[in-house]
């Protein structure tokens, strides 16, 4: 995935001030500005030239010649000398023609507001090249599996392990709380309409089997998309701000290998524990309610819940829960590493990746609701 297009002020000496451009410079994520040089020159800090380094420019469009005019008029002003050695051939030329034919006076169109067709099809585009980047990452994230299964992968085990623990033991008091109170509310709600016609006992099952077959696997999912998937964007994120995700790739090592497969796998791991775990909880939350409300007795309610379940509807439900961890870590991952340059872009990609994982699950629940049915599972 190429980067958006960068720019980068550094002092070679007190006085010569070097430019340097990164990434893909493209008309469609914006224009940088010249905002950064302002700030140098009002610094107060001496600048008697200007150089260029874009051996890190990837692909550009009249973007970074649109910049480059910008820049050259403002050392113009300034009476600074531009040296263009650094620019690439063709962009050298460009500038050169863009100087000799100055604009016209009132040539320039004044910014009106975008029409609703040019609205829809800028918010078009956009959602096409972000599904364009989520399929290679998911081709990407394919081909480190392959890699991992021929023993090639890059990572390192205490990662790993520290993400275990991170992805299941502190994820318990979460998923207790909020899955004791699923099986509370579906076994009160059941109680209600069953003790009408006396068939009380029935909420075992009901609670049973909705725990174990869709609320225990998705409630599971959906904490671990809001927890664990906004952490994973969060840390990447960071990451990508600070640059290290750039000194990974610099250094050798595939961020995707060695970030990004890791949290892969801690949730692979984890997800199918804490489904089984919730469903046992919430069956306890159930039987509060079964012993407290109708009379039930802990032993007759257990052997009740314990009849109603197959392992059909048990490995169907940790089945689920697996997938949903593949999708929360993916959309975590990738909202972390298609996060932008700034500190709020950090939070953009949490909320982004939360989003994501959810809207993930809930079409994953749908497609294997339909698939079991068509089974008979």
């Known amino acids: 995935m190429a980067d958006d297009g960068q720019v980068l002020f550094t002092r070679k000496d007190d006085s010569t001030l070097n430019v340097q451009l ?42 970074v010649l649109t910049f480059l005019v910008e820049l050259s008029e403002l050392c113009r002003q300034h009476g600074i000398p531009l040296e263009r050695e650094g620019l690439p051939a063709g962009l050298r030329k460009l500038l050169t023609l863009a100087e000799a034919v100055p604009e016209r006076k009132g040539a320039r169109r004044e910014a009106t507001e975008a029409s609703l067709l040019e609205r829809v099809g800028t918010r078009t585009i956009g959602v096409a090249d972000s599904l ?40 318990l008091p979460i998923v207790t709380l ?39 696997p998705m409630m599971t999912g959906i904490i671990m998309a809001g927890r664990t998937g906004a952490a994973f964007a969060a840390q990447l994120g960071t990451m990508k701000v600070t640059q290290e995700v750039d000194a990974f790739t610099t250094a050798g090592f595939s961020p995707l290998e060695f970030l990004v497969l890791p949290r892969v ?10 489904c089984l775990y919730a469903d046992f909880v919430g069956a306890i939350g159930g039987a509060v309610i079964g012993v407290g409300m109708l009379d039930l007795s802990w032993t007759t ?32 991952c990738l909202r972390g590493l298609q996060c932008g340059n700034s500190s709020s872009a950090v939070g953009d990609a949490a909320t982004s990746a939360v989003v994501t994982g959810i809207v993930a699950i809930v079409v994953a629940c749908g497609i294997f609701a339909v698939t079991f049915y068509i089974l008979g599972i």
């Open 301 to 332: 309610y257990f052997h009740e819940t314990a009849a109603a379940i197959t392992l059909t509807d048990l490995f169907g439900g940790v089945f689920k829960s697996s997938v949903y961890g593949v999708l929360i870590a993916l959309s975590g």
């Open 132 to 171: 364009t980047e989520m399929l290679a990452f998911v081709g990407e994230i394919t081909v480190t599996f392959v890699r991992l299964f021929g023993m090639r992968a890059r990572y390192r085990a205490s990662d790993l392990f520290l993400l275990i623990q991170q992805c299941g033991v502190q994820a």
């Open 265 to 274: 796998m801690a949730l692979i791991l984890m997800m199918p524990l804490l």
């Open 178 to 216: 909020i899955s004791f109170l699923v099986g509370v509310i579906l076994a009160f709600v059941g109680a209600v309409q069953l003790k009408q016609f006396g068939a009380q006992i029935y909420v075992a099952d009901l609670v049973g089997i909705a725990m174990v077959r869709e609320m225990g």
């Open 22 to 63: 990164r990434g893909a410079w493209r008309l469609r994520t914006g224009l940088p500005s010249a905002t950064l040089f302002k700030r140098e020159l009002a610094s107060g800090r001496e600048v008697r030239g200007i150089t260029f380094d874009a051996r890190e420019l990837t692909s550009w469009d009249s973007s």
